[in-house]
Each structure stands twice: as structure tokens, then as C-alpha cells.
């Protein structure tokens, strides 16, 4: 497939804000959908790291949604002509925490745009940058990468990439056993209208795909979620999450980490369950 980026670009540097309020409800949700013994936040505390996408999301009403379910408009994206997307990473810098009772601002902006050449054909690679403040000044900035591919045709099976193994010595480890309704919580908590997280029927008709897609934020939840428990105590200050293939709900997969030697950062790591690398990712800590 060709196509042109050139007349896309134009729109780089486009930017909209909005606004909300952390409140416990959606964190409470949070809580209850990964099983976790947290505890809920009072206000003024701060929240934990990832639970930022609680709050502040896409509104885009049901006229501006694709034949995916995702927002095909009314972003600062502009319409790619590619009907499929994945989540591709993203890398956190953290400035400051976000509280309980906080009010919220946010800035997005699309700030890159590149076109690859991938397994499974042409790939438009687009960067969204949140930067999220609060009261007290800057507290989060994200560059959150989507990856734009072909159609897949009809009978055809989307291309799973073969990556290298993962490490078997990271002390850190634990296993998460996605489920239909696990995704379909994540879903409703950050108000994702993707269908590849949720339909069974699109997933293997349409796209190809052995079951639902494990969200890429989802998964990048339990990475946060094993670096803060594994280093109580301990600030993120930044996180740099690179996709390398995806996970679906037919079985479990792992998520596993170490320190770095220093002691100053550490390297993380999701699972397929044939042991290779699912996303990969680095941090460092104060």
C-alpha cells in the first residue's frame, strides 16, 4: 500500500485542552478491576502511577467513531488512511503527583508522525503528547505512540510478530489472567470504544486477531504496577513502554522485571505465553 504523509504533517502541532476532577469512584474501579489490596486514595492524597487515565478522556460522540469503535475524528489527530490501529507505547516523565480533588488540565498535541515498513505491510506511526497539570504546575508529560496498518483481508490472520525471548532470570514476576470481563471493565474505566477489546465476533471476523486484544495501557498498568510493589518507596520519574506484539485474553501471560544495577532505574518486561517479548520497558526512579 502507498501513501503520503506529506499532507498529514500539516497538521502536526495542533493542539486542544480540557479539563476534569480526580475523584475516587473511577480509582476505586481501578482498584477492583486488577484485584488489588490498594487503598483507596483519601483527598489530597496523591494517586498511583497509570491511574492519570482514569480521567480526561476522548468524548467523541458516536457520529465521529470508525467502523472500529475508535474515534476517527475530532482529535488532534487528522484522518489517516489506514483502518487499523494498536497501541504502540508510550514514555511518562513525571513532575509532580496528582491528588485526590485535584482539578485538572490537560494539553494534546500531535507532535510526530512516521511511516514504516512493518511485518504485516505500510505503518503509519502517529505520537500524541499529554501534558497534564494540576494546581501546583506540570505533574505528567506522555508521548503515547499509535501504530496505523493495512486492512486485513477477509479469512486472513493478523501478523504476530516472532520477537526474541524474554529473560528468565528477572526476580520480579507475576501472572495476570486476562479475561472478557477484566477488559471490558479497563474499557469502561478509561472509555475506550475500541472493539478489539471487547468483541469476540470483530476480533476474529475482521481483524483477524485469536481473541480480544489485551489494551496497551492495560498492560501497561501491570507494569507500573509490579515496579511499585516490587520498589516500595520508591518515585517513578520516568517510563519508557515500546509495544513489540500483542497480548490476547485465550491465555495468561506474565510480567516480569529487575532493578538495574545501579540501582537507580529498572527493566521491565511483558510475556506472551510462548515466552517472548511482548512490550519492553525502561525506568528510573528517585
Request: glycine share 8%; with cysteine; net charge positive.
Amino acid at each position: 500500500m502507498t501513501i503520503d504523509i506529506e499532507p498529514l504533517k500539516k497538521d502536526l502541532g495542533r493542539k486542544i485542552e480540557d479539563e476534569d476532577v480526580v475523584t475516587q469512584a473511577p480509582l476505586k474501579a481501578m482498584i477492583a478491576t486488577f484485584d488489588r489490596a490498594d487503598k483507596v486514595p483519601e483527598s489530597g492524597e496523591p494517586i498511583a502511577p497509570g491511574w492519570h487515565l482514569c480521567f480526561l478522556h476522548s468524548f467523541a460522540r458516536r457520529a465521529q467513531l470508525g467502523l472500529d469503535g475508535a474515534a476517527a475524528e475530532g482529535g488532534v489527530l487528522p484522518r489517516i488512511p489506514m483502518p487499523r490501529r494498536m497501541y504502540a507505547g508510550s514514555t511518562f516523565t513525571f513532575d509532580g503527583d496528582i491528588r485526590v480533588g485535584d482539578k485538572l488540565r490537560r494539553e494534546l498535541e500531535f507532535t510526530d508522525i512516521q511511516l514504516r515498513q512493518g511485518s504485516t505491510g505500510t505503518l503509519v506511526v502517529a505520537t500524541q503528547t499529554r501534558r497534564i497539570f494540576t494546581p501546583r504546575g506540570l505533574a505528567l508529560t506522555e508521548a503515547a505512540n499509535t501504530v496505523f496498518r493495512e486492512e486485513v483481508k477477509a479469512g486472513q490472520k493478523s501478523g504476530v510478530p516472532v520477537r526474541e525471548a524474554a529473560p528468565k532470570d528477572a526476580p520480579w514476576r507475576r501472572t495476570i489472567k486476562p479475561d472478557p470481563v477484566m477488559l471490558f471493565r479497563y474499557s469502561a474505566i478509561t472509555f475506550n470504544p475500541h472493539r478489539i477489546h471487547y468483541d469476540r465476533t470483530y476480533c476474529l471476523e475482521t481483524e483477524g486477531y485469536p481473541g480480544l486484544v489485551v489494551h496497551g495501557p492495560f498492560a501497561q498498568q501491570c507494569i507500573f504496577d509490579l515496579l511499585r510493589d516490587s520498589m516500595p518507596g520508591r518515585r517513578i520519574k520516568t517510563l519508557a513502554v515500546r509495544a513489540r506484539a500483542p497480548l490476547f485474553d485465550t491465555a495468561p501471560f506474565d510480567v516480569i522485571g529487575r532493578p538495574t544495577p545501579d540501582g537507580q532505574g529498572a527493566e521491565l518486561w511483558t510475556v506472551t505465553p510462548q515466552g517472548t517479548i511482548a512490550a519492553q520497558a525502561t525506568a528510573t526512579l528517585a
